[in-house]
Nanobody, 122 residues
Framework: QVQLVESGGGLVQAGGSLRLSCAAS????????MYWYRQAPGKQRELVAG???????DYADSVKGRFGISRDNAKNTVYLQMNSLKPEDTGVYYC????????????????WGQGTQVTVSS
């Protein structure tokens, strides 16, 4: 019903920047909140940043001041701008979207992307 495709991951040196993108497609009725999570090797998946349909944002303490989440509603795309990257930012970054489909417009479900690898070298 809703598909998410992420891009923008890669290998970067500490202090560098990356911009992740997550494009939603399919039979979308409405996209509500959009989130970025990450999972480091051997650790649980954690919320990195969130953005509601009203524009409210929230960030994990570890990324405040360095990461920025934004969205392009016309493109159904959410972005994560990551600056001043640190080795501890390494992990697989996942996009998560709360959305409803045309078939069930009153039912909001969570959808996950396939993940994109971010590796920060020291």
């Amino acid at each position: 019903q809703v598909q998410l495709v992420e891009s923008g991951g890669g290998l970067v040196q500490a202090g560098g920047s990356l911009r992740l993108s997550c494009a939603a497609s399919g039979n979308i009725f409405r996209i509500n909140a959009m989130y970025w999570y990450r999972q480091a090797p051997g650790k649980q998946r954690e919320l990195v940043a969130g953005l509601t349909s009203g524009g409210a944002t929230d960030y994990a303490d570890s990324v405040k001041g360095r990461f920025g989440i934004s969205r392009d509603n016309a493109k159904n795309t959410v972005y994560l701008q990551m600056n001043s990257l640190k080795p501890e930012d390494t992990g697989v970054y996942y996009c998560n979207v709360a959305a409803s489909s045309l078939q069930t417009p009153l039912l909001t479900l969570g959808y996950w992307g396939q993940g994109t690898q971010v590796t920060v070298s020291s």
